[in-house]
């Protein structure tokens, strides 16, 4: 008889819901009461929305709960493993049982998340149990050269996964074509974009496929050395990345003639970044690794030419590297079966924002936006109108509902005047201000210039100010059209994709929702009665009972009437806080 499995996710997302906490109750229940079953711990499976995560792997089956804080453990622990009856409470999937939440699973292909949530990601063993390190050992034992392994990534299409989208195959021939004797490979992970969380994820949940995809690189391209540029704010990360190394190391992985691969030696480290967003640019995190500030370079020339210390250096994103093992396992082929004529395999997308199903998934490219959001993300939460969809983070643009049966693949995306980008997908429904969404995604990347051009420093600073005065009331006619004018100065002037992108939400914004800033700069009036600033609060006197709890709440004294007397707002006095409409239990307080 096969020993009861327990495996809690460890992720940041499971964490920050109590995982932490749940693990440590499994271990104290099964201590104190001398239970024999086994406690393992994992990372996202990318159902952020349900976690803490457990799943149950006995005699019978695998049983993967959700919700379990540690004040359900001993239920789960009574119920299902002293007495061998799942709770179907909590249950999302079993062998027999299927909630309405597993179908988040539902025309997944995961290939850069396989092993995420599928396995310890602080154990080799466990990695090498499922195909890790197999794509090395298949270029040791089949003799692959170098041009062969290129050849490899060319036929799969893959094309870079962290927002530019050049194809992978074609970049790592301009290194390999360099005659230099000194080159490198630098993984990208300064993930960095509001509401993304790909990369963090598959660094926390398999660091080892970014190793072995680095490695494969490296003997793809001659270089010997290797950087993960990671930011700082992701310690969880850092920490599972240094123990894969460690072991890597202590399994000869790392150092010299690795995998029995004459002449092949490849070692690497972690440099950790200090959370800025323009790092991100390639050039930029050359410089920061450099120990310089992180600012842009001019290219050409590019960094397959002169890069990190002016030496041949290829630069892939974390998503990129993982999907790389795979692919040269199972050979390009087989990946380039997934995806469109030109953007082939899969894609990870981060679901967060106005959604049911918050979390991570991994799709085919060639699925339209609209299945993303209802068949796996489950639709708008609280059933509300969906409105428009923000892709590609703060260089990426705002795609509204009468697009959502786009496709999901570089030209189609970038049709819309968005991007792919990382995977950054933050859903909006009809309470959403698309002109207070432009200011927010303007205000970041305002905050985050490096200020080295003067266009993207002032240039988007002048634009933020316009949307926050239009937001606050103070609108002029005459601003659209400065807003655009402005766009076009800075994307055509700045040295970087930071400033060439930034202006994207703002032009989306108005090319699809024109009359949302026209009604806030003629009419004070906001569409979506999100802006505060143009919110007018009214007593409906129907409805009004006179209990007080709106004038008794209002920190400013700007609501008249006596008790069991309907009231009236002093609109001259209203400061907009919103705090009688939160009080109100009889609908009495309308907005307008």
Same mark, same amino acid.
């Given at each position: 008889?096969?020993?009861?499995?327990?495996?809690?996710?460890?992720?940041?997302?499971?964490?920050?819901?109590?995982?932490?906490?749940?693990?440590?109750?499994?271990?104290?229940?099964?201590?104190?009461?001398?239970?024999?079953?086994?406690?393992?711990?994992?990372?996202?499976?990318?159902?952020?929305?349900?976690?803490?995560?457990?799943?149950?792997?006995?005699?019978?089956?695998?049983?993967?709960?959700?919700?379990?804080?540690?004040?359900?453990?001993?239920?789960?622990?009574?119920?299902?493993?002293?007495?061998?009856?799942?709770?179907?409470?909590?249950?999302?999937?079993?062998?027999?049982?299927?909630?309405?939440?597993?179908?988040?699973?539902?025309?997944?292909?995961?290939?850069?998340?396989?092993?995420?949530?599928?396995?310890?990601?602080?154990?080799?063993?466990?990695?090498?149990?499922?195909?890790?390190?197999?794509?090395?050992?298949?270029?040791?034992?089949?003799?692959?050269?170098?041009?062969?392994?290129?050849?490899?990534?060319?036929?799969?299409?893959?094309?870079?996964?962290?927002?530019?989208?050049?194809?992978?195959?074609?970049?790592?021939?301009?290194?390999?074509?360099?005659?230099?004797?000194?080159?490198?490979?630098?993984?990208?992970?300064?993930?960095?974009?509001?509401?993304?969380?790909?990369?963090?994820?598959?660094?926390?949940?398999?660091?080892?496929?970014?190793?072995?995809?680095?490695?494969?690189?490296?003997?793809?391209?001659?270089?010997?050395?290797?950087?993960?540029?990671?930011?700082?704010?992701?310690?969880?990360?850092?920490?599972?990345?240094?123990?894969?190394?460690?072991?890597?190391?202590?399994?000869?992985?790392?150092?010299?003639?690795?995998? #029995?691969?004459?002449? =092949?030696?490849?070692?690497?480290? @972690? %440099?950790? !970044?200090?959370?800025?967003? /323009?790092?991100?640019?390639? &050039?930029?995190?050359?410089?920061?690794?450099?120990?310089?500030?992180?600012?842009?370079?001019?290219?050409?020339?590019?960094?397959?030419?002169?890069?990190?210390?002016?030496?041949?250096?290829?630069?892939?994103?974390?998503?990129?590297?993982?999907?790389?093992?795979?692919?040269?396992?199972?050979?390009?082929?087989?990946?380039?079966?997934?995806?469109?004529?030109?953007?082939? #395999?899969?894609?990870? =997308?981060?679901?967060?924002?106005? @959604? %049911?199903? !918050?979390?991570?998934?991994? /799709?085919?490219?060639?699925? &339209?936006?609209?299945?993303?959001?209802?068949?796996?993300?489950?639709?708008?939460?609280?059933?509300?109108?969906?409105?428009?969809?923000?892709?590609?983070?703060?260089?990426?643009?705002?795609?509204?509902?009468?697009?959502?049966?786009?496709?999901?693949?570089?030209?189609?995306?970038?049709?819309?005047?968005?991007?792919?980008?990382?995977?950054?997908?933050?859903?909006?429904?009809?309470?959403?201000?698309?002109?207070?969404?432009?200011?927010?995604?303007?205000?970041?990347?305002?905050?985050?210039?490096?200020?080295?051009?003067?266009?993207?420093?002032?240039?988007?600073?002048?634009?933020?100010?316009?949307?926050?005065?239009?937001?606050?009331?103070?609108?002029?006619?005459?601003?659209?059209?400065?807003?655009?004018?402005?766009?076009?100065?800075?994307?055509?002037?700045?040295?970087?994709?930071?400033?060439?992108?930034?202006?994207?939400?703002?032009?989306?914004?108005?090319?699809?929702?024109?009359?949302?800033?026209?009604?806030?700069?003629?009419?004070?009036?906001?569409?979506?009665?999100?802006?505060?600033?143009?919110?007018?609060?009214?007593?409906?006197?129907?409805?009004?009972?006179?209990?007080?709890?709106?004038?008794?709440?209002?920190?400013?004294?700007?609501?008249?009437?006596?008790?069991?007397?309907?009231?009236?707002?002093?609109?001259?006095?209203?400061?907009?806080?919103?705090?009688?409409?939160?009080?109100?239990?009889?609908?009495?307080?309308?907005?307008?």
């Amino acid at each position: 008889m096969s020993q009861t499995t327990v495996i809690v996710g460890l992720g940041s997302c499971g964490l920050a819901a109590g995982a932490g906490k749940t693990y440590d109750e499994f271990h104290r229940i099964k201590e104190t009461d001398k239970l024999d079953f086994e406690i393992k711990k994992t990372s996202c499976v990318g159902m952020c929305f349900r976690e803490p995560l457990v799943e149950i792997i006995d005699d019978t089956g695998k049983y993967l709960y959700g919700n379990i804080d540690a004040g359900r453990v001993d239920e789960i622990i009574e119920k299902h493993i002293r007495n061998f009856s799942p709770v179907p409470e909590y249950l999302i999937e079993s062998e027999k049982y299927r909630s309405a939440d597993a179908g988040f699973f539902d025309g997944q292909v995961k290939i850069a998340l396989r092993n995420c949530g599928h396995m310890d990601p602080e154990s080799i063993e466990e990695y090498e149990a499922r195909n890790g390190y197999a794509a090395m050992r298949k270029i040791s034992n089949q003799n692959l050269n170098p041009d062969a392994v290129i050849q490899t990534v060319l036929e799969s299409g893959i094309r870079g996964r962290g927002g530019g989208g050049f194809p992978t195959g074609m970049k790592w021939k301009f290194a390999r074509n360099n005659t230099a004797e000194q080159k490198y490979v630098i993984c990208n992970a300064d993930e960095g974009d509001p509401g993304a969380f790909m990369d963090r994820s598959i660094l926390e949940g398999d660091p080892h496929s970014i190793l072995e995809g680095m490695m494969i690189c490296g003997f793809a391209i001659g270089a010997s050395e290797g950087y993960i540029y990671c930011r700082a704010e992701y310690p969880l990360a850092i920490k599972r990345l240094n123990i894969a190394i460690k072991q890597a190391r202590e399994n000869g992985y790392l150092g010299k003639n690795i995998f #029995g691969i004459p002449n =092949f030696d490849f070692d690497l480290q @972690i %440099k950790e !970044g200090a959370g800025a967003f /323009v790092c991100g640019e390639e &050039t930029a995190l050359i410089a920061s690794i450099e120990g310089e500030r992180g600012m842009p370079r001019r290219r050409p020339p590019f960094p397959a030419e002169s890069g990190l210390w002016k030496s041949p250096t290829n630069i892939n994103n974390v998503e990129t590297f993982a999907n790389v093992p795979w692919i040269v396992y199972h050979g390009g082929a087989e990946y380039a079966q997934y995806g469109t004529e030109k953007s082939k #395999g899969t894609k990870v =997308f981060a679901l967060t924002g106005k @959604i %049911k199903h !918050g979390g991570l998934v991994e /799709v085919p490219m060639g699925i &339209t936006i609209k299945d993303i959001i209802y068949k796996l993300g489950g639709g708008i939460a609280g059933d509300k109108k969906f409105k428009a969809v923000q892709l590609g983070g703060p260089s990426g643009g705002c795609i509204p509902e009468y697009l959502s049966d786009t496709i999901v693949d570089y030209d189609s995306v970038n049709a819309t005047g968005a991007i792919m980008g990382s995977g950054g997908m933050v859903v909006m429904d009809e309470t959403t201000c698309v002109v207070d969404v432009a200011r927010f995604f303007l205000d970041f990347t305002q905050k985050e210039s490096c200020g080295k051009c003067t266009f993207c420093r002032i240039g988007t600073k002048r634009m933020l100010e316009i949307l926050t005065r239009i937001t606050e009331g103070d609108g002029r006619e005459g601003d659209i059209e400065m807003l655009e004018e402005l766009a076009a100065t800075i994307k055509d002037s700045s040295l970087c994709g930071l400033g060439q992108t930034a202006p994207n939400p703002v032009l989306t914004t108005l090319k699809y929702f024109r009359d949302e800033y026209e009604a806030h700069i003629r009419d004070k009036k906001c569409p979506a009665l999100s802006c505060k600033k143009l919110l007018t609060y009214e007593v409906v006197a129907d409805n009004c009972t006179g209990c007080m709890a709106c004038s008794k709440g209002c920190p400013v004294d700007a609501i008249d009437g006596g008790k069991k007397e309907i009231h009236f707002i002093r609109q001259d006095a209203c400061i907009q806080c919103g705090v009688c409409y939160t009080k109100c239990k009889f609908k009495a307080i309308k907005l307008s």
